[in-house]
């Protein structure tokens, strides 16, 4: 068993994309950012040092902290944000987990070019794998080029201002040739692949805004794994994937010599207006080692998309997923019975614009537009004790208004009917609600049963729901308003696949269960970055279980508090 240490510096380069220089925040100098490499069971050590302008922390995306909520890099919540010129260092291990994860930014906005991949692979080797060992592993990270300055859409989202977009969608950091600079296109990513071999593709979806369909002409994928989770084989031509979300997909290279696009399509929420603008980017999979084939003209060809609006491929896609039962790999059991049920609307709702407020930019207008679960939205005000410290040391938080997750919303109403909001939510529809830390306590190894229902509210928007420190069952996803009566009767019990980040279809619901057995204080939310910096949150308090020995220790020796930061730390 290894420590694997990392270095990253976090600093602010220029890239060229579009013509256009363009100030990144990135880390070690590349875009998207370094990949962590590890074997179950290894430690990682993460030592990030700040040469940003930004008070930053990073999050490992899936990584289950066990008895680490220390390192899970939540500003605020886990730790104090490390300012401009500090260091700090994360600490943790990924017993019992392997595949596909990736770390990222946890501030708003910064993780569209703060982000990399991390891989777990078996501790016993590649040819452990529940499938054929592949020839090759490659990440495929979707992400978003963004010409606006990150921070400040950060800080428009926080105001209610839903009008920035990215410039450009990328694969592996590239643009691709549906994009040009002055008529000139941008590069694409480009694989080389060889005739009659597999290659193991890890997709993450790192982008802030999109949930992406991913095809390629010519040629399948087996799916494999989801969220670091094997799943039983699962053979489609296209891959949906929401932000936060990974999957990892076997690709066999056995289609005639040639030249294939590897596509990435943003999935656009039906009610949307249809003129928003597509950032549809594009590699190329291409034959290689082949000595009669010159692989350098030949036109590639291109693949079928889905229809922008056509939700029901994600929606079929999510539903085809089911954990694998393999004899080297058991999988946990679904308990049969919750302690809890929350039911979660999803939905948006507005508060008054008030003194000190983030919103003091729109005063005169009365309201502005936050996102909400159960008509709470979420929002921390203090900027001296994290809560997980204040948590850990049982010091209340006067300066701040706690409020408790409701267990349902506080009216049920049709909500997904699509009349409501004919074109885009209106005003009137909105109900007043509260911005609060909105929170929700656990006794330890309490499991609780979550259903997430999307609202017409938000404009037929899919949500990613992603959990920090815990691995959720996915018992049933449905079209429409969920009904105890007769969904319950479609859980699935037997191989639910395991995720960190559930896709709650548009106009749907998800239903999952966990177990609540981690101790610390987790983030809860949207993986789209403007429903989470507009309030889609919220946190779940696991209490210590002193009696089976799972009780959350005490931060590590060089933990830096907001006290060791004071002076340092800007907003
Ligand atoms: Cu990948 Cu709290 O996020």
């Not at 929401?242 to 943003?266: C, F, H, K, N």
Request: with cysteine; hydrophobic share 40%; aromatic share 10%.
């Amino acid at each position: 068993i290894a420590v694997v240490e990392h270095t990253f510096v976090v600093s602010q380069v220029h890239m060229t994309h579009l013509c256009k220089k363009t100030l990144v925040t990135v880390v070690n100098g590349q875009f998207p950012g370094p990949a962590i490499e590890v074997m179950e069971g290894d430690s990682v050590a993460v030592h990030i040092v700040n040469k940003s302008p930004y008070n930053i922390t990073i999050h490992w995306h899936g990584v289950k902290q066990r008895l680490t909520c220390w390192s899970d890099g939540v500003p605020m919540i886990t730790q104090c944000p490390i300012p401009p010129n500090q260091n700090f260092t994360y600490r943790f291990n990924v017993a019992g987990q392997e595949g596909t994860l990736w770390w990222h930014a946890h501030v708003p906005c910064l993780r569209a070019s703060l982000h990399g991949a991390l891989i777990i692979r078996p501790r016993d080797g590649a040819s452990s794998y529940p499938f054929p060992k592949p020839h090759e592993e490659i990440p495929i990270i979707i992400g978003e080029w963004w010409e606006k300055d990150l921070s400040k859409v950060g800080r428009n989202l926080r105001d209610g201002s839903l009008n920035d977009d990215p410039s450009a969608s990328t694969i592996n950091g590239k643009l691709g040739d549906l994009f040009n600079c002055s008529g000139v296109a941008e590069d694409g990513y480009v694989l080389d692949v060889e005739p009659g071999k597999s290659y193991m593709l890890r997709v993450i979806n790192a982008a802030l805004f999109y949930e992406y369909y991913l095809k390629i002409a010519g040629h399948k994928f087996t799916v494999v794994a989801a969220d670091a989770n094997y799943v039983s084989p699962y053979t489609t031509d296209v891959i949906a994937v929401s932000p936060g979300e990974t999957v990892d997909a076997i690709l066999i290279a056995d289609a005639p010599l040639g030249r294939y696009y590897m596509v990435a399509q943003p999935v656009e929420p039906p009610l949307l207006d249809t003129q928003a603008p597509v950032y549809v980017t594009r590699g190329v999979v291409q034959y290689n080692r082949n000595h009669n084939y010159d692989n350098s003209t030949a036109t590639p060809v291109v693949p079928e998309m889905p229809g922008m609006h056509d939700t029901m491929v994600s929606f079929n896609f999510h539903g085809n997923l089911a954990s694998l039962h393999h004899p080297l790999r058991p999988t946990p059991m679904v308990p049969v019975r919750a302690d809890e049920h929350l039911f979660i609307a999803l939905g948006l709702g507005m508060v008054p614009c008030q003194v000190g407020q983030s919103c003091s930019k729109r005063q005169g207008e009365e309201n502005f537009i936050v996102a909400t679960m159960n008509n709470v939205s979420f929002h921390l005000s203090s900027t001296t004790t994290p809560l997980l410290e204040a948590h850990y040391y049982h010091t209340g938080r006067m300066d701040d208004v706690a409020l408790e997750l409701p267990d349902r919303p506080p009216r049920a109403f049709n909500f997904t009917d699509q009349a409501l909001i004919p074109e885009g939510p209106k005003e009137a529809l909105l109900e007043p609600t509260s911005k609060a830390t909105v929170e929700r306590r656990f006794r330890h190894g309490t499991v609780v049963e979550v259903v997430f229902q999307s609202t017409a509210l938000l404009q037929g928007d899919s949500n990613p729901m992603h959990l920090h420190g815990h691995d959720m069952f996915l018992l049933a996803q449905g079209l429409g308003n969920y009904d105890v009566e007769k969904d319950v009767a479609r859980y699935n019990l037997v191989n639910p696949p395991r995720k960190n980040t559930v896709h709650v279809p548009n106009l749907g619901w998800a239903a999952v269960r966990f177990v609540a057995d981690n101790p610390g204080v987790w983030f809860m939310h949207c993986h789209y970055e403007f429903h989470l910096s507009m309030g889609m949150a919220a946190v779940f308090i696991v209490e210590d279980g002193p009696t089976t020995g799972t009780s959350l220790p005490p931060p590590p020796m060089d933990f830096a508090t907001c006290g060791n930061y004071q002076s340092y730390l800007q907003t």
